[in-house]
């Protein structure tokens, strides 16, 4: 009988053990999940905003992050799919930035070029 309830016990034990392993398994592939899924709207806004065009190699890296991200996930390495993700998701929110302040300064240079060429057409019409 005693050797019966040691045996229960450490079955009851490795189930227990078993089922922690398998929850924090599909903790990993939801976080992994919602991660890919964030850093594909965030790889979306960035080409949305002109990444491609101004910072193509931030959205690149943002890109291929996120490819192999999916490729982690489908292989089940779910932590290392979480992770690349993330590394996406940054990438692709600096790009955005990046491609922000690009299109500032551009906007100024070209503020900077018109008010030059309106100062000089005043200047042109009293030679006349």
Do not use: H
Request: net charge positive.
């Amino acid at each position: 009988m005693r050797n019966l309830t040691k045996w229960g016990l450490l079955s009851m034990l490795l189930l227990t053990a078993a089922c922690a392993g398998m929850q924090q398994r599909k903790q990993q592939m939801t976080s992994a999940q919602q991660w890919i899924e964030t850093a594909q709207r965030e790889v979306q806004e960035a080409r949305n905003s002109g990444a491609s065009q101004y910072t193509p190699g931030a959205l690149r890296t943002a890109e291929n992050d996120l490819r192999q991200a999916r490729d982690k996930f489908d292989g089940k390495k779910y932590q290392e799919a979480g992770q690349l993700a993330q590394s996406a998701s940054n990438g692709a929110k600096q790009a955005v930035s990046m491609t922000a302040e690009l299109k500032r300064k551009e906007a100024e240079e070209e503020a900077k070029v018109r008010e030059a060429e309106r100062k000089k057409k005043p200047a042109a019409k009293k030679k006349k």
